[in-house]
T-cell receptor
Framework: GAGVSQSPRYKVAKRGQDVALRCDPISGHVSLFWYQQALGQGPEFLTYFQNEAQLDKSGLPSDRFFAERPEGSVSTLKIQRTQQEDSAVYLC?????????????FGEGSRLTVL | QKEVEQDPGPLSVPEGAIVSLNCTYSNSAFQYFMWYRQYSRKGPELLMYTYSSGNKEDGRFTAQVDKSSKYISLFIRDSQPSDSATYLCAMRAAGDGNKLVFGAGTILRVKS
């Protein structure tokens, strides 16, 4: 499809497990973002890539969270030693141009439940 | 206190009603204001994008920004059952990349 694709859509993990969430942005989009959306809340910024460079990771809640985009297209968000408070929907968004420009195109999200 | 405050609702209206959704914010550096619509188990999609103060109209949707009051609104005319969704306001400061700060979202239900 032409939109942002995320996988898996649903992930259940036991506390302490590592998880990896994948984002396939719209082809040719330079900018890629990860947001975390807790139940009943708005999305909160995690990190931002321009091509393969991670320009802002100020929103990552702890050093258990790690994101990469090695070839400037697909990105992976990894969460190590998952905790119950990590349960949320993780949204990926892409934008066709650099920072300080307009629309973000969001994927449908990966819903993580940590038991 | 959060930077962006938004009443979570739910807001329930009859079909055809005019809907008013609002957000207040505290950061005077915010200059770009957006409204996103999010259907259940879907990602947010952009509805309206405005810069600084003023009004913007697009079909049944009108966005208003009052920077002096730090208050933004989204009006939906002739509301339809298909408008039932969560509406998220979002904003960012100039030069802050695309790091958006979202409100918590207002759940809207339009009854036929």
């Amino acid at each position: 499809g032409a939109g942002v694709s995320q996988s898996p859509r649903y992930k259940v993990a036991k506390r302490g497990q590592d998880v990896a969430l994948r984002c396939d942005p719209i082809s040719g989009h330079v900018s890629l973002f990860w947001y975390q959306q807790a139940l009943g809340q708005g999305p909160e910024f995690l990190t931002y890539f321009q091509n393969e460079a991670q320009l802002d990771k100020s929103g990552l809640p702890s050093d258990r969270f790690f994101a990469e985009r090695p070839e400037g297209s697909v990105s992976t968000l990894k969460i190590q030693r998952t905790q119950q408070e990590d349960s949320a929907v993780y949204l990926c968004a892409s934008s066709p141009s650099g920072p300080n420009t307009g629309e973000l195109f969001f994927g449908e999200g990966s819903r993580l439940t940590v038991l | 206190q959060k930077e962006v405050e938004q009443d979570p609702g739910p807001l329930s209206v009859p079909e055809g009603a005019i809907v008013s959704l609002n957000c207040t914010y505290s950061n005077s550096a915010f200059q770009y204001f957006m409204w996103y619509r999010q259907y259940s188990r879907k990602g947010p999609e952009l509805l309206m994008y405005t810069y600084s103060s003023g009004n913007k109209e697009d079909g049944r949707f009108t966005a208003q920004v009052d920077k002096s009051s730090k208050y933004i609104s989204l009006f939906i005319r002739d509301s339809q059952p298909s408008d039932s969704a969560t509406y998220l306001c979002a904003m960012r400061a100039a030069g802050d990349g695309n790091k958006l700060v979202f409100g918590a979202g207002t759940i809207l239900r339009v009854k036929s």
